[in-house]
Nanobody, 124 residues
């Protein structure tokens, strides 16, 4: 099993930045494609970004391209999401997830393990 714990969420003004981190337990972190998803109240879960096992490939939702950057450090069992130029519409609970796929995918159903999420609130 893989356990994921997110951190780094908080309150920030529009235009500001936050860096989210996801720490994974276990010894098989490098075997998983990792992704970030978000969900705002009253809305469906939305794909944000994904990164391949070795970090060589990334995928971003159109809504965050150019503003967010996903990265991972397999030696530390962490995956981060650097969020810049934040907008009020970025407000959501952000969750880290692990998938057994061999490619970066945006589909929630492909991710087996999920963290509890961390709240990001962007004020206008």
């Amino acid at each position: 099993q893989v356990q994921l714990v997110e951190s780094g969420g908080g309150l920030v003004q529009a235009g500001g930045s936050l860096r989210l981190s996801c720490a994974a337990s276990g010894r098989t972190f490098s075997l998983y494609t990792m992704g970030w998803f978000r969900q705002a109240p009253g809305k469906e879960r939305e794909f944000v970004a994904a990164i391949s096992r070795a970090g060589g490939r990334t995928l971003y939702a159109d809504s965050v391209k150019g503003r967010f950057t996903i990265s991972r450090d397999n030696a530390k069992n962490t995956v981060d999401l650097q969020m810049n130029s934040l907008k009020p519409e970025d407000t959501a609970v952000y969750s880290c997830a692990a998938a057994g796929t061999i490619s970066v995918v945006p589909t929630s159903g492909d991710y087996r393990y999920w963290g509890q999420g961390t709240q990001v609130t962007v004020s206008s």
